[in-house]
């Protein structure tokens, strides 16, 4: 089993910046894929960032250059950095781990991050 803990969230200003974390415990495998989703109000679940076991990341369009996901394989954490925030980022923010193999995903609580005008 595998557990996600996900904080940081907050209120901002547009223009602000937050960092989120996801604390990673339990059963963790080399092969497996993290990354960061975000669900606005009457809206689907969207990939935001998307980060792999070697470091190479993929952004959704709307957040490149402005947001930037990380990982520490030491204790097992992925952050996500994000700038220049705007009203449109608002919304709960997942933490998402695929197991490569076996195709099993687990899901965070969830972050509330919202951004005022």
């Known amino acids: 089993q595998l557990q996600l803990v996900e904080s940081g969230g907050g209120l901002v200003q547009a223009g602000g910046s937050l960092r989120l974390s996801c604390a990673a415990s339990g059963s963790i495998f080399s092969m497996h894929t993290m990354a960061w989703y975000r669900q606005a109000p009457g809206k689907p679940r969207e990939l935001v960032a998307r980060i792999g076991i070697a470091g190479v990341a993929n952004y959704t369009d709307v957040v490149k250059g402005r947001f930037t996901i990380s990982r520490e394989h030491a204790d097992n954490t992925m952050y996500l950095q994000m700038n220049g925030l705007k009203p449109e980022d608002t919304g709960v923010y997942y933490c998402?781990?695929?197991?490569?193999?076996?195709?099993?995903?687990?899901w965070g609580q969830g972050t509330q991050v919202t951004v005022s005008s």
């Open positions: 998402n781990y695929k197991d490569l193999v076996s195709r099993n995903e687990y």
